[in-house]
């Protein structure tokens, strides 16, 4: 279903050790792995149908390899990452962009064998869409086995025009305005997440087009009654609770908490639209 495309300048593998332990074991650790000015490119047909079976987070993947495996730190620097995906329509696909893409892993393991471990923590920081600067951080338990996660974030000076090339062909839908600052911190576990979610904006208007590419005149104007041109500083909400579409990633399960946490907020009457 996803087509991956991932090159890189430079690989460095630090300090590795690597061999068989006393009960003739195969095991691999790295102090250090460091890619530097990766381009990764991820394309996504929704036109596939999605694999029934569950969609497993990453603590699940990394807890239930076979072998003794570490990495205390990962590097991703200088770097360029986009994910595209067919609508199912003939439009050309949506697409994500993040440049000057900088993320730091610690404490990515294995979890064979193991009772206890320390928490994996990363941190990101990169620009969106060309345009807004990004920072997030993402702690979770490998060897939790609720998958128990915190992930938060934090995005300043976006234009909304910048969604354009995502909105557009996924919802027919584009934005006019400015987003001074954009935060969220959620917390959740494989079925489902809560949390904070702020935003502080101005001067936002939807237009919203039909499949041949012109205005719904009217619909976009009933929306634009709905929806706060301004918040008049950062506007805080506790968003409901979302509920995780087991089959799909976790990515998506982060999607639907912002877009819950942004209805919540750029809705007058939440009460219809949540």
Known sequence: QDHYNISTKTIQLNNINWGFDKQNEFFIKFKEVVLNNMDAS???????????????LYGYRL???????????????????????????????GKLLFTNFNLTANNLYSGYKKSSGPSTQIFVQTKFMNQGDLIASWQFDILDSKERFNIN??????????MDPFLKPYMNVKATGKIDHMAFNF??????????????????????????????????????AVVRTDTDGLKKVEIKPVERTNNKSFFNFLRLCIMQGLKQTVMYKTRNFA
């Open 63 to 93: 807890r239930n390899i076979k072998f003794p495996f570490e990495v205390q730190s990962l590097k991703i620097k200088n770097s360029k990452l986009s994910y595209e995906e067919n609508p199912n329509n003939d439009m050309q696909p």
């Open 42 to 56: 991820i394309y996504r047909d929704i036109s596939v149908p999605l694999n029934p079976k569950e969609n497993h």
């Open 153 to 162: 974030g934090d995005l300043k000076n976006f234009p909304a025009t910048a």
């Open 187 to 224: 917390s959740g576990n494989n079925d489902i997440a809560n949390g904070q979610y702020a935003m502080n904006f101005q001067n936002l208007k939807m237009t919203i087009f039909n499949k041949e590419n012109k205005e719904k005149k009217l619909i976009s104007a009933a929306a634009n």
